[in-house]
């Protein structure tokens, strides 16, 4: 897991999900089966406390998007205006485990 925005509205952290291969193996002398990496992003709209997590091609154009920004860096304005979007797909309450 990776902080890669925190502002006081938003929050974006990138999960590198089976990061350890612990679960790559053997299984009760079996091969264990083949696991779907699904990494993503999660970003939470602390003003409405808020989170929506993007696996799969939404992650995809997140990356494109932030790969685009290492080439020319936004302000944050624009970063804001990005996350606001994605904002409105949030539906899921912010719960601390």
């Given at each position: 897991m990776q902080m890669l925005y925190d502002s006081d509205?938003?929050?974006?952290?990138?999960?590198?999900?089976?990061?350890?291969?612990?679960?790559?193996?053997?299984?009760?002398?079996?091969?264990?089966?083949?696991?779907?990496a699904r990494h993503?992003?999660?970003?939470?709209?602390?003003?409405?406390?808020k989170e929506v997590y993007l696996d799969g091609s939404w992650a995809e154009l997140f990356q494109l998007r932030l790969n685009?920004?290492?080439q020319k860096t936004p302000t944050q304005e624009e970063v804001e205006d990005m996350l606001e979007g994605y904002a409105e797909l949030a539906h899921t309450t912010v719960s601390v485990h």
């Open positions: 509205s938003f929050a974006v952290v990138q999960i590198h999900a089976n990061a350890d291969d612990t679960t790559i193996g053997v299984v009760n002398d079996l091969p264990a089966p083949p696991q779907l993503g992003f999660e970003i939470v709209d602390k003003r409405s406390g685009v920004w290492q």
